[in-house]
């Protein structure tokens, strides 16, 4: 009887584990005083401020929300007239530390993911990420399983892989609107593998993965731009290699750079901020199309996630993201792939699904030679893991990452 409670525990805290601690961080985001705000209301403040280069007077989120840039019809921000006698700051409204944030209150550099340019028309972006996958043991489901229970089914199977992932991006905005992307990675894999009789090998391949051209446009934007609503639309594009071979056999699934068909790439994104806070969730499947040269189609994949950012400085940022993804088996088969040889060649054992909590720091500079560019770094590791194996689990990902607005 101890036995089967601990088993419904267990499972219990399997699944409903990440959604309570989600919502412990978004209850700690809510609970926490804003960057900068007063302590009491009930604090007298001076009827009038004459705020300088050198001070930066602070005031409750309340009031950074009264006075934050509307935007006009057309999506661009438009701040207050000034009057005679008034500085610069002071007709705006907002206080140098808040100036030194960028041009809008309201969008501050950090608080939205990577990637997203909205509201700034006629500017580019150009980025690079570079990601670090680690996967180690196999598992069936939830279950770890060991190389040797494999192997009595399979003539050889992998012990753990390491993939590098080098993604350059770049992005233009034609109108406030609607941001134009174009990315392509440049992909390293090491997969090691033990037989039956002992013998250990490993295979590695290298080159450039699937081409991905997509389009972000505002669906709505509230007049303060706490809350948006972002519509993706995007293709992939199969430019990654499907033949990939060692000592003249064909590698698995897994080791190849790409997909082989053209994919497609909607999605919803939601953002939500205030002047020292940031939050949103997104949803991208990706949905294969037809079957390639070697006759099969990978599963699609639907990721989704949710996030928390909080401005520790003017240049620095803290964020915690939750991201799940499901992927399902592929379609067809590869007629060059022994599916008795190991499990990273039958197609029915290649779905899966995972839910991974990372944290991210990001550093964007509001003065020097760096203003207008952003340097971050992200960790995580999955906290939920669920694969139609025999199949490598992840261990840990990171990710580092730059990119300039000009």
Same mark, same amino acid.
């Given at each position: 009887?101890?036995?089967?409670?601990?088993?419904?525990?267990?499972?219990?805290?399997?699944?409903?584990?990440?959604?309570?601690?989600?919502?412990?961080?978004?209850?700690? *985001?809510?609970?926490?005083?804003?960057?900068?705000?007063?302590?009491?209301?009930?604090?007298?403040?001076?009827?009038?401020?004459?705020?300088?280069?050198?001070?930066?007077?602070?005031?409750?989120?309340?009031?950074?929300?009264?006075?934050?840039?509307?935007?006009?019809?057309?999506?661009?921000?438009?701040?207050?007239?000034?009057?005679?006698?008034?500085?610069?700051?002071?007709?705006?409204?907002?206080?140098?530390?808040?100036?030194?944030?960028?041009?809008?209150?309201?969008?501050?550099?950090?608080?939205?993911?990577?990637?997203?340019?909205?509201?700034?028309?006629?500017?580019?972006?150009?980025?690079?990420?570079?990601?670090?996958?680690?996967?180690?043991?196999?598992?069936?489901?939830?279950?770890?399983?060991?190389? *040797?229970?494999?192997?009595?089914?399979?003539?050889?199977?992998?012990?753990?892989?390491?993939?590098?992932?080098?993604?350059?991006?770049?992005?233009?905005?034609?109108?406030?609107?609607?941001?134009?992307?174009?990315?392509?990675?440049?992909?390293?894999?090491?997969?090691?593998?033990?037989?039956?009789?002992?013998?250990?090998?490993?295979?590695?391949?290298?080159?450039?993965?699937?081409?991905?051209?997509?389009?972000?446009?505002?669906?709505?934007?509230?007049?303060?731009?706490?809350?948006?609503?972002?519509?993706?639309?995007?293709?992939?594009?199969?430019?990654?290699?499907?033949?990939?071979?060692?000592?003249?056999?064909?590698?698995?699934?897994?080791?190849?750079?790409?997909?082989?068909?053209?994919?497609?790439?909607?999605?919803?994104?939601?953002?939500?901020?205030?002047?020292?806070?940031?939050?949103? *969730?997104?949803?991208?499947?990706?949905?294969?199309?037809?079957?390639?040269?070697?006759?099969?189609?990978?599963?699609?994949?639907?990721?989704?996630?949710?996030?928390?950012?909080?401005?520790?400085?003017?240049?620095?940022?803290?964020?915690?993201?939750?991201?799940?993804?499901?992927?399902?088996?592929?379609?067809?088969?590869?007629?060059?792939?022994?599916?008795?040889?190991?499990?990273?060649?039958?197609?029915?054992?290649?779905?899966?699904?995972?839910?991974?909590?990372?944290?991210?720091?990001?550093?964007?500079?509001?003065?020097?030679?760096?203003?207008?560019?952003?340097?971050?770094?992200?960790?995580?590791?999955?906290?939920?893991?669920?694969?139609?194996?025999?199949?490598?689990?992840?261990?840990?990902?990171?990710?580092?990452?730059?990119?300039?607005?000009?």
């Amino acid at each position: 009887m101890r036995e089967q409670e601990r088993q419904v525990f267990c499972s219990s805290i399997r699944k409903f584990g990440p959604i309570g601690l989600a919502y412990f961080t978004m209850l700690i *985001a809510c609970g926490l005083p804003a960057h900068g705000q007063q302590p009491s209301q009930s604090d007298p403040v001076p009827a009038s401020v004459q705020p300088s280069q050198d001070t930066h007077p602070l005031g409750a989120i309340q009031s950074a929300l009264a006075v934050a840039p509307k935007p006009t019809p057309d999506g661009k921000t438009q701040r207050p007239t000034a009057q005679p006698g008034m500085t610069g700051m002071e007709s705006s409204g907002v206080s140098s530390q808040e100036v030194g944030m960028g041009n809008d209150m309201m969008g501050a550099a950090g608080l939205t993911p990577p990637g997203i340019m909205i509201g700034q028309a006629k500017k580019w972006m150009v980025g690079y990420q570079v990601m670090f996958d680690n996967m180690n043991g196999n598992l069936i489901g939830s279950d770890r399983i060991s190389d *040797a229970t494999v192997l009595e089914q399979f003539e050889a199977t992998p012990t753990d892989m390491t993939m590098q992932m080098h993604m350059g991006m770049v992005m233009y905005a034609p109108t406030d609107k609607l941001t134009l992307m174009a990315m392509l990675p440049y992909i390293r894999k090491s997969m090691n593998h033990i037989t039956r009789d002992g013998t250990r090998f490993t295979e590695r391949t290298s080159g450039i993965g699937d081409l991905e051209l997509r389009g972000l446009y505002s669906l709505y934007a509230q007049k303060d731009l706490r809350h948006r609503f972002l519509l993706n639309a995007g293709i992939g594009v199969p430019t990654g290699s499907i033949n990939r071979t060692m000592e003249d056999m064909r590698l698995e699934y897994p080791m190849q750079l790409g997909s082989g068909t053209y994919s497609l790439l909607p999605g919803i994104t939601y953002l939500g901020q205030t002047a020292h806070w940031g939050w949103g *969730a997104e949803f991208i499947p990706t949905l294969r199309l037809g079957r390639n040269s070697n006759g099969y189609r990978l599963g699609n994949r639907y990721q989704s996630s949710i996030w928390v950012a909080r401005e520790l400085t003017r240049s620095v940022t803290l964020s915690a993201r939750a991201n799940g993804e499901v992927w399902r088996n592929i379609r067809g088969v590869d007629a060059a792939l022994d599916q008795m040889d190991e499990p990273t060649k039958d197609p029915t054992l290649q779905g899966g699904k995972r839910l991974d909590l990372l944290l991210r720091i990001t550093f964007h500079p509001v003065e020097g030679i760096f203003k207008g560019q952003q340097f971050f770094a992200e960790a995580g590791a999955p906290v939920v893991q669920s694969l139609d194996g025999p199949q490598l689990q992840r261990r840990w990902v990171a990710r580092l990452g730059s990119q300039w607005e000009f």
